[in-house]
């Protein structure tokens, strides 16, 4: 059983900065998509950053280029999502997922079959 747990989200003002994690459990696999979602209510889920583990290719929303930076650590695990700038419109939960099928399938589609309880992040301005 495929387990996400994020952490790390927090209130912060417009340009700070905050760092999400993501510990993965429950399965073994060499290659698969791993990303954050954010969701705000009343709005569509948006994928924000998503990464090929295994693979290296990396994706990123246009509106947080240059600002959030996906990352991995395997021995532990563990996804990170760096967000630097961050903006008032940047105010979500955010939530880690991740899918067990080739990298075009996860851009293409955003569907993504597991997924972490979610984490809020809160920038006032």
């Known amino acids: 059983q495929v387990q996400l747990v994020e952490s790390g989200g927090g209130s912060v003002q417009a340009g700070g900065s905050l760092r999400l994690s993501c510990e993965a459990s429950g399965y073994t696999y060499n290659s698969y998509c791993m990303g954050w979602f954010r969701q705000v209510p009343g709005k569509e889920r948006e994928g924000v950053a998503i990464m090929y583990i295994g693979g290296g290719s990396t994706y990123y929303a246009d509106s947080v280029k240059g600002r959030f930076t996906i990352s991995q650590d395997n021995a532990k695990n563990t996804l990170y999502l760096q967000m630097n700038s961050l903006k008032p419109e940047d105010t979500a939960m955010y939530y880690c997922?991740?899918?067990?099928?080739?990298?075009?399938?996860?851009?293409?589609?955003?569907?993504?079959?597991?997924w972490g309880q979610g984490t809020q992040v809160t920038v006032s301005s």
């Open positions: 997922a991740a899918e067990l099928s080739p990298w075009t399938f996860c851009i293409a589609t955003m569907d993504f079959d597991y």
